[in-house]
């Protein structure tokens, strides 16, 4: 299984970003997807989630109302769009696939990775 997370950048706060990320390896539609973040010196954290449907989402309480979880299945491809950014969204952006199809949050719990994409938010 293969994860490719795109769409960081350096944005200025209020800025919006999307961040993409295909998947290979695996028949996409079935199983849930996370996006989490780490900052410098922080733990890896949930950011959002959504379950094999995309009937079920999950969302850190920091960026609940400001970012969007989605899934494409037909393009083996799930999406964070970020609006309102804030210089504490700055972290590394990993997306990771679990074989669990319901809802699930924890990192433990995610059985693949992506690299990570890095998300500079400026004042």
């Known amino acids: 299984v293969q994860l490719q997370a795109s769409g960081g950048g350096l944005v200025q706060a209020g800025d919006s970003l999307r961040l993409s990320c295909a998947a290979s390896g695996r028949t996409f539609s079935r199983y849930g997807m996370g996006w989490f973040r780490q900052a410098p010196g922080k733990e890896r954290e949930p950011v959002a989630a959504?379950?094999?449907?995309?009937?079920?989402?999950y969302y850190a309480d920091s960026v609940k109302g400001r970012f969007t979880i989605s899934r494409d299945d037909a393009k083996n491809t799930v999406y964070l769009q970020m609006n309102s950014l804030k210089p504490e969204d700055t972290a590394v952006y990993y997306c990771a696939t679990t074989i669990q199809t319901a809802l699930v949050v924890g990192t433990v719990l995610y059985d693949y990775w992506g690299q990570g994409t890095q998300v500079t938010v400026s004042l």
């Open positions: 959504i379950n094999w449907s995309g009937g079920a989402t």
